[in-house]
């Protein structure tokens, strides 16, 4: 299961968001090669944060383009 980020003040999720995406990354996306091969994927802090923000949720349920401002269509 995704965890918030424990890498200090720099990745603090204080928004509402859309939790499922990361877990289901981690839960159905194992690492495909090199010495980790098959084992299940964790997302960095950083990853984790970005991938948060990117389905960030806003107060209406509606969700935003990432950085953009601009509402997502229906």
């Not at 424990?6 to 999720?13: I, K, M, S, T």
């Not at 980790?36 to 349920?61: F, M, S």
Request: aromatic content about 12%; overall charge negative; charged content about 20%.
């Amino acid at each position: 299961m995704a965890k918030a980020p424990d890498a200090g003040a720099e990745f603090v999720v204080d928004f509402p968001t859309l939790w499922i995406v990361p877990d289901w990354i981690e839960a159905h996306c194992p690492i495909p090669d090199g010495f980790r091969v098959g084992e299940d994927l964790e997302l960095y802090p950083w990853q984790l944060w970005c991938t948060v923000n990117h389905y960030r949720v806003e107060a209406d349920g509606s969700r935003r383009a990432a950085g953009a401002g601009v509402p997502l269509p229906p």
